[in-house]
């Protein structure tokens, strides 16, 4: 009796299943009207960048995609391998140059930046600022200096109290009212530093979490070789604590770069940004779902990248694996 | 002959009215392999560290290699008495994330500014000197217990210490592997190095130490060479430790 309801109900859902992934794949193919997308790929790509410049951003995204990849597949020859860690921390300072311009290539404002480009941008730039003001808080929270401890406290407490979206804000629009009439900061500048900021609270923690995987017999076996405290830090602590706080850094980089997309709110024309504004044009009018299912995917793909170079990055990390 | 170490009244304490060191005064020679005994909580580890300042005393005069280390020592003067006295740790110790021949070469090079290829070669040769020369490459989670403490031990080497501790440093070993590390030691020892052992292994004791010291409650209840001990040790409470190991 059992066996047949079983039976039974396992076919209904098959059948409805079946169904709902027939409609949806349908709808993609027949359904679905992907001009709206198909024309305006440029558009996703480099925002408003002036149409004569735009291969100094599409190059941006070009050079981190091959970069990717060869990280990932690359051959296993060493001198490549070796030059890898040289290039993606050149990756940095060479996009915000191909964006910015200046020394031989002609300025562009940064009202002009949008699309992937500015995603990568703020992603990349706030993460960089973040991890090493995350260090140094965690290292502040267990320092035996009161002020330092209670100063790094009070900062992550704080920080991870308030919502992203409040520090967003109060980066855009209050932090122009405190400086003097004249001053102004970049809005992109403002962003990386307010994401920058927050994150550094929870990438503190993280970190934190690293140092205190590591036995104290660590830092002991240092100073008995005559190590000092700080050579002891960076060169037999820090390494292992930060390799324990992999998982989770990598954690805190994909939700950046998903974060990124609150700029839209303020005005900033990343991927959502052009998305919303791409709605309001009357010609794509109702085209809600093509683009958010597209959205999806681009960022899905981002994320799903950062997630194989972070996986990447723990197995070349792990001492007898990377040996044998 | 010239005095190495030289304790006097030394006392730590954790705890009110819980010594770890209730006035302990001792002296090691020049060359002299000193063993340490007692049962747990006797003081005996709290001791050697605070020969290369590991532990802080709470009074007493402790003279290492020539340099104060008491109550009110400099972190400046501590880490040059680290740069002279090497130590071996029950639990090795190992930096999990550096080879085997970075583990070496790391105080050579950044601590006595030695250029990196010498650091290197005289890691491999204290690494062939302990037998395990083939294994420079690996990293310390490949090693057996009894591998790791060999590195450790070439480890403390490489800064060429003029005195050795090593605390408990079978403990933690399989009983297989004990031997190749003691065989180590005793090679040490016969180089001429000045040693302060703490351990439980009664036939090392017996056949390398040249005095036997033993400590019970944070206090020194006996030191006698290591025939007089085993055969006949003057205090009862050796007696009955030594009868409890046997």
Partial sequence: MNRWLDRWLTLMLLALLGWAGWSCLHWLWRGADWTVVVTNLPLYAVGSYPEAERWRPLLCIVAVVVLIVITLLGTRHGEWRRSLPLLWSAMAPLGIWLLAGGLGLSPVGTQSWGGFSLTLLLTAGSGLLALPLGIVLALGRRSDLPVLRGGSTAYIELMRAIPLIAVLFFGQLLIPLFLPPGVEINRVLRA????????????????????????????EAAAVLGLSPRQSLQLVVLPQALRVALPSLTNQAVGLLQNTSLMAILGLVELLGISRSLLANPAFIGRYLEVYIWLAAVYWLACTAMALLARHLEIQLDPVRSAR | MTIAIRATDLVKSYSPGLNALDGVSLEVSAGEVLVVMGPSGS???????????????????????????????????????????????????????????????????????????????????????????????KYPAQLSGGQQQRVAIARALALDPEVMLFDEPTSALDPERVKEVLDAMRQLAKGGMTMVVVTHELGFAREVADRVMFMDQGQVVETSDPQTFFTNAREERSRRFLSQMM
Avoid: C
């Avoid at chain 1, 530093?193 to 690293?210: K, N, Q, S």
């Fill in chain 1, 192 to 219: 990386v530093v307010a994401f920058a900021l927050f994150a550094a609270a929870y990438i503190a923690e993280d970190v934190r979490g690293g140092l205190q995987a590591i036995p104290p017999t660590q830092r």
């Fill in chain 2, 43 to 137: 003081g005996k580890s709290t001791l050697i560290r605070t020969f290369n300042g590991l532990e802080t005393l709470d009074s007493g005069s402790l003279d290492v290699l020539g340099l104060r280390l008491d109550a009110a020592h400099e972190e400046r003067q501590v880490r040059a008495i680290r740069e002279r006295v090497g130590m071996v740790f029950q639990q090795f110790n190992l930096f999990p994330h550096l080879s085997i021949l970075d583990n070496i070469s790391l105080a050579p090079i950044k601590v006595q500014k030695r250029a990196k290829a010498a650091a290197e070669h005289l890691a491999i040769e204290l690494l062939d000197q302990m037998g395990i020369r083939e294994q420079a490459h």
